[in-house]
């Protein structure tokens, strides 16, 4: 188990990234929507594998799922069709609907879960610099680098501004009209100070000489190795054997 | 010609109403130690700003006069030049970090990685400036989740590992206590003695005295007295624009007052230790 966990967290991140691919195209190649509801499953035992279940649960089910349950209901009510399965008022859902519904979330899930899966097992700097191998600009990897690595700062941020309000007397745990009249006040000092560091944070990367021309070395040593030549064969068979199944066969 | 030089400056800042530097005059000699006093608001951080050059580089306003780096005018410098002759230690530790780096390490590497610096050397460059600076401790932890004391130190040190002729270094121990301080002037003296130029904005006289060669005090964006250390802060009136002289100082002045000359003004304990045996011994009191 320790042994397949850092097999799958020390593959290079572009490797990861076709895994990731492979998984989000391979549900639209083949037809039905099995396979489909299957690869979110195939994306959580990866995730055990990887160690990072829960991180995986959390957004899969917190984010994703809410989204998906609000497209099945939209769909199974308003898309046309003339099979009546149940009916209130001038709402009714109707066969086709649902049908459509399953299809159409069944696809949203694997897409979706496939990229939370590629965040979770790719670290943000590994990512990055094989970006810069790849021949991106550094200043592009850093916007991106930055991005995402400031998400958890600005979290824990988040948290202490609220945690001021709450001092203050400000609600902020209940029900959730409660919490979002506690949250969108929170964010706007967030947001103040966010754009006040702005002007320092690019005279941080001045002084670090980030725009000097010469061309930047990097300590962040990415080494493909034989497990990711072994992956991505693997990968590339399994993709040609779906297409001449689907297209040929 | 090496140094700075700086003629006639005036500046005001694109927002502010009025002008926050009046007609500096300086020289910076190279190799030498400068400490910028003055009360807050007089504006040291904006000298220090027009000083790196990120004034005009980066905040406009209005500027007038010149200020001249090895002889050439700083807006005819290079930004990227700039950056490797001048290393800026800004006053606020919070927003000095790159933002991508996960250790301590790599971050303070970020710069040498930015130069082009080989891979072997950056490492034990920046091994060498860790062991220097006492933080092996936390080479490893998250620069985002260090005390201010500890992100102040990494500021430092990601910025002498670029290893630039002058360094500026704005307030730099301000979230140090007393220790920390004492440690971060003996780094700064180490770098003083590799023949860099130092400026540095402080209010800790005492360390000043030990360690500058001159002071310039600032107020309401003039310079009001400069020299070196030891004429600028032996002077009484040096008090009148805010800047407190150290004990030694002030017992020497005192004992003027009751006509107990001394031969000169110590400013700091090693010599007020020594001018005040010599006064004793002068006076027939034996130590
Ligand atoms: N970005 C800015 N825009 C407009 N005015 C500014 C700006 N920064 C500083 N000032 C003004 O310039 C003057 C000098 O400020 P400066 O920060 O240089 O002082 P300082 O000597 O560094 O003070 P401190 O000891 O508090 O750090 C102040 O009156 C201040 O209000
Ligand atoms: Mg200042």
Redesign the pocket.
Known sequence: MEKLRTFILNLYPTTKFFITLFLMITPLLLPGYLYSYLVPVLCLFIAMIAGKTKLFVDIVFKGLLSIVIMIFLLQAFFYPGDTILWTWKIFSIKQEGIDFSVQLTSKILAVGSAIVLFFQITKINDLARSLEILGVSPKATYVLSSALNIIPEMRMHLLRIMDAQKTRGVETEGNLRIRLKAFFPALTPLILSSFSSTDEKAITLESRAFTARTKKTSLHQLEKTKSDSVVRVLLLILFVFILIWRFFL | MSGIEIRNLSYQYPTGSEKVLHNINLNIESGKFYAFVGVNGGG??TLCNVIRGFIPHFFKGDISGEVLIDGKDVRDWDTSDLAQKMGFVF?NPFTQISGVKETVFDEIAFGLENLGVEVSVIKQKVQEIISLLGIGYIQDKNPNELSGGQKQRVALASIIVMEPDILIF??PTSQLDPQGTEEIFKAIDIMKKKGKTIIL?EHKIELIAEYADYVIVLQDGQIMRQGRTEDVLSHEDTQDYGIGLTQYTLLDLQMRKHNMITERIPITESDSIKVMKEWMSLQGVKA
């Open positions: 040291k951080t006053q704005d307030e904005v």
